[in-house]
């Protein structure tokens, strides 16, 4: 690969081709690959991502919001696309434009019937969704019976599935929880099949739920994370590879006597003779302001070099005392070999957050070859 001479998030390709294919081998033949591109793709870019896909024969994306889903759709994606959190005020945006929403409240329900049929539609596909315990969105079991009723009493909508959401499905401390939403969909999906003269899809697992869970992958799985990399344990990370690395240079070096400051606020003061770096990112590319005061690092030459003072807009300072590098030089905030999991337990977090966090202002190029 080429070295970086500004910040850019080098997406590759060939890594999601290997992750997609390691989830997908997890699968029975017959089971249906939802891949969520939802938040521009876990912070890549959705379009790409979701083209890329396409051409690995993904069944179905799922996005967070309808806005997510016409963007796809302008760009020329045809696969189903289940939105995942609808608000009503789309809802005719989301017909228009053939995304398929998840229905999670008697509200949202009678909502999107009241629309479907003002548009004059038939057997326009659906998605229940069910708590099951993770208690974020929802129909609850007794809540069945309406749903059964409100559908027999129009044409207008189908259910394609019923889903629901593991809330700890990685946690092998919460085995027991976890199993028990699987039987309680189990449950509810029995309850209105015996309601209704049709049987839809059943989906429940994430991508921790389709390596830990198997006997729960039913017809249809949602990989988001795997996606891009992360398996949610250090063994599973080992099977999989970041598709994302996010590259910056060196712009300036600093030489500081004992006792200067550095940066806003003058949160860093020096221990002694330092040299430190300026480099072209910060808090408005997604480098949070957590990782300031020495709770992040990025890495040039190989060495790690701990961020020194609060985090900027636009720049973020580390101390390259040790290190051999001079200005213009590489520099790694995370790859496959300094992982976006690690950087996040720097400061407690996840990551998800890291990922989802850079801004599209830092340019993306694409890399098809292999890592």
């Not at 697992?205 to 996606?227: K, Q």
Request: charged content about 20%; hydrophobic content about 40%.
């Amino acid at each position: 690969m080429p070295k970086a001479q500004e910040t850019i998030l080098e997406i590759h390709l060939d890594a999601l081709t290997h992750n997609y294919n390691y989830l997908k081998s997890k699968l029975n033949p017959n089971t249906k690959f939802l891949a969520v591109v939802k938040a521009f793709a876990y912070g890549s870019d959705s379009v790409e991502i979701a083209k890329h896909l396409e051409t690995l024969n993904a069944d179905y994306f799922a996005v967070a919001y309808a806005r997510e889903g016409v963007a796809l759709r302008d760009a020329g994606i045809t696969i189903p696309i289940l939105v995942l959190h609808p608000q009503v005020v789309n809802f005719k945006t989301i017909i228009e434009r053939c995304l398929e929403p998840s229905i999670y409240s008697p509200k949202i329900l009678r909502e999107f019937i009241k629309i479907a049929e003002e548009q004059k539609q038939s057997d326009y596909p659906v998605h229940i969704k069910f708590n099951t315990g993770l208690n974020r969105l929802g129909f609850w079991h007794n809540d069945v019976d309406y749903i059964a009723n409100q559908l027999k009493n129009t044409s207008s909508i189908v259910v394609k599935s019923l889903f629901s959401h593991l809330a700890a499905s990685e946690d092998e401390n919460e085995r027991e929880f976890t199993l028990r939403q699987i039987t309680d969909f189990k449950t509810i999906a029995a309850d209105f099949e015996s309601q209704m003269d049709y049987s839809p899809w059943l989906h429940l697992c994430n991508t921790s739920g389709v390596i830990n869970y198997p006997e729960a992958h039913f017809d249809m799985i949602r990989c988001g994370i795997g996606l891009y990399g992360f398996g949610n344990s250090a063994t599973e990370d080992q099977n999989l590879k970041p598709i994302a690395k996010l590259k910056s240079i060196i712009s300036q070096i600093h030489l500081i006597e004992k006792e200067e400051t550095v940066g806003y606020n003058r949160a860093y003061t020096s221990k002694g003779f330092e040299k430190t770096a300026t480099i072209p990112i910060g808090h408005a590319d997604g480098i949070s302001r957590q990782f300031g005061n020495e709770k992040g690092f990025v890495f040039i030459n190989g060495q790690s070099a701990p961020i020194i003072g609060n985090v900027c807009m636009d720049m973020i300072m580390v101390n390259i005392t040790n290190i051999d590098c001079k200005e213009g030089d590489e520099v790694i905030i995370f790859d496959e070999n300094h992982k976006a999991s690690a950087i996040a337990e720097s400061t407690k977090t996840i990551s998800y957050e890291v990922l989802t966090a850079i801004s599209q202002r830092v340019k993306r190029l694409f890399f098809k070859q292999v890592l």
